[in-house]
């Protein structure tokens, strides 16, 4: 089955870039989706098709796409950005369902 | 604003079936596709799939395959996700989303002997 795969964990200093990477094989063919999720609350989306940031998203948080991996880019990281960030996409090789990634932990301190 | 709610928690038995509902507000359902994924305690997202609710059709993850229905009453602008032979392992909370960019609040399935 397809998978997409994330660095179990991230740990930045407030202030400074932490980077999450998502390798797959649908890039750059098929767009990738970010997804932030806190503690005990609902994902929510923090980059789609690659690059675009949904309204009321800081502009901190940007996304890029190159060969096959994804990237999500925090630039100078909040301590409220610690969370699981997930990264998301088609299965070009299956039935064109979604997949998400293996899930990346970042911690700010 | 677009809302997703959904059902509340619920506790099943090994071998029972549960079915979710998500009820959309501020937006006609048949509008877009609803997704479904869910997350067991302690794990990632895992994509379950989706239904077009205008048409009816559905896509479903292979694993699900023979176990997940998923439909929608557009009258209630309600979408429905149905899990048969519940195991443990299906204990998790089942997240509906618009696209991508509106997710249900999450219904706590319990499965428990």
């Known amino acids: 089955s397809y998978e997409l795969t994330q660095p179990p964990s991230v740990s930045v200093s407030p202030g400074q870039t932490a980077r999450i990477t998502c390798s797959g094989d649908a890039w750059p063919k098929k767009y990738a989706y970010w997804y932030q999720q806190k503690s005990g609350q609902a994902p929510v989306l923090v980059i789609y098709?690659?690059?675009k940031r949904p309204s009321g998203i800081p502009e901190r948080f940007s996304g890029s796409s190159s060969g096959t991996m994804a990237t999500l880019t925090i630039s100078g990281a909040q301590v409220e950005d610690e969370a699981d960030y997930y990264c998301?996409?088609?299965?070009?090789?299956?039935?064109?369902?979604?997949?998400f990634g293996t899930g990346t932990k970042v911690t700010v301190l | 604003q677009v809302q997703l709610v959904q059902s509340g928690a619920e506790v099943k038995k090994p071998g029972a079936s549960m079915k979710v509902s998500c009820k959309a507000s501020e937006y006609n359902l048949i509008d877009y596709y609803i997704h479904w994924v869910r997350q067991a305690p302690g794990q990632g997202l895992e994509w379950m799939g989706w239904i077009n609710p205008k048409s009816g059709d559905t896509n479903y993850a292979q694993r699900f395959q023979g176990r997940i229905t998923m439909t929608r009453d557009t009258s209630l602008n309600t979408a429905y996700m149905e899990l048969t032979r519940l195991t443990f392992d299906d204990t998790a909370m089942y997240y509906c989303?618009?696209?991508?960019?509106?997710w249900g609040q999450g219904t706590l399935v319990t499965v428990s002997s």
């Open positions: 998301y996409s088609t299965d070009t090789s299956g039935n064109q369902g979604g997949v």
């Open positions: 098709e690659d690059t």
């Open positions: 989303s618009r696209g991508a960019h509106y």
